[in-house]
Nanobody, 127 residues
Framework: QVQLAESGGGLVQPGGSLRLSCAAS????????MGWFRQTPGKEREFVAS????????YYADSVKGRFTISGDSAKNTVYLQMNSLKPEDTAVYFC????????????????????WGQGTQVTVSS
């Protein structure tokens, strides 16, 4: 019912910048939150950032605060992740995710809160 497509990954030097995009299609009005996770081989999927679409509330993992910014363009049904001051430890496959609409509260840092996932885009930070 909802499809997500990431783009913008690539190779960047330490200290450099990169912007990821995630375009949503299908029943986009059912989406409440959109977020970004990342994963490296042999490790669990890690929360990066999230945004509540209607209230424009954002949340960031401690490891990326001050360096990454999540934003959205409602006209394009697209969420972005601006990544600055990139470090080698930021290297991972980055996944876009979206929640259903809901009543009450959810923990947006948990992958189980998200119903829809993109296929991922590789980000490599290396000199």
């Amino acid at each position: 019912q909802v499809q997500l497509a990431e783009s913008g990954g690539g190779l960047v030097q330490p200290g450099g910048s990169l912007r990821l995009s995630c375009a949503a299609s299908g029943r986009v009005n059912s989406i409440a939150d959109m977020g970004w996770f990342r994963q490296t081989p042999g490790k669990e999927r890690e929360f990066v950032a999230s945004n509540n679409w209607s209230r424009s509330r954002t949340y960031y993992a401690d490891s990326v605060k001050g360096r990454f910014t999540i934003s959205g363009d409602s006209a394009k049904n697209t969420v972005y992740l601006q990544m600055n001051s990139l470090k080698p430890e930021d290297t991972a496959v980055y996944f876009c995710a979206a929640t259903h609409s809901y009543i009450g509260f959810i923990d947006v840092t948990m992958s189980s809160a998200y119903a829809y996932w993109g296929q991922g885009t590789q980000v490599t930070v290396s000199s």
